[in-house]
């Protein structure tokens, strides 16, 4: 079992920046992919970066460039640096773990609670 705790979420304007971070907790060793997804209202959730236990770092096309992703290992923490804010990137942000199967247990996905991040014009 894997429990992801996000935090940083908050109000900003447009232009500005802002830093997420997910803890993560529990069976940690397992986890081969962490990283961001996003859900605007009346959206459906969509990838915002991710970041493999190797290293490799994946983003929506949208927002290479401005989103950052990077990751803590000692501190099983993972970060979104989020600059040149726009209003279209107001949703409520959700950490995600992917954790490999192994012989005791079977692969799965983990998400956290979600951090609410509004943009404002």
């Known amino acids: 079992q894997v429990q992801l705790v996000e935090s940083g979420g908050g109000l900003v304007q447009a232009g500005g920046s802002l830093r997420l971070s997910c803890a993560a907790s529990?069976?940690?060793?397992?986890?081969?992919?962490i990283g961001w997804y996003r859900q605007a209202p009346g959206k459906q959730r969509e990838l915002v970066a991710t970041?493999?236990?190797?290293?490799?770092?994946n983003y929506a096309d949208s927002l290479k460039g401005r989103f950052t992703i990077s990751r803590d290992n000692a501190k099983n923490t993972v970060y979104l640096q989020m600059n040149s804010l726009k209003p279209e990137d107001t949703a409520v942000y959700y950490c995600?773990?992917?954790?490999?199967?192994?012989?005791?247990?079977?692969?799965?996905?983990?998400w956290g609670q979600g951090t609410q991040v509004t943009v404002s014009s």
């Open positions: 995600y773990a992917h954790t490999q199967r192994t012989v005791l247990a079977r692969e799965a996905d983990y």
């Open positions: 529990g069976s940690t060793y397992r986890i081969d992919v």
């Open positions: 970041i493999s236990s190797g290293g490799r770092t």
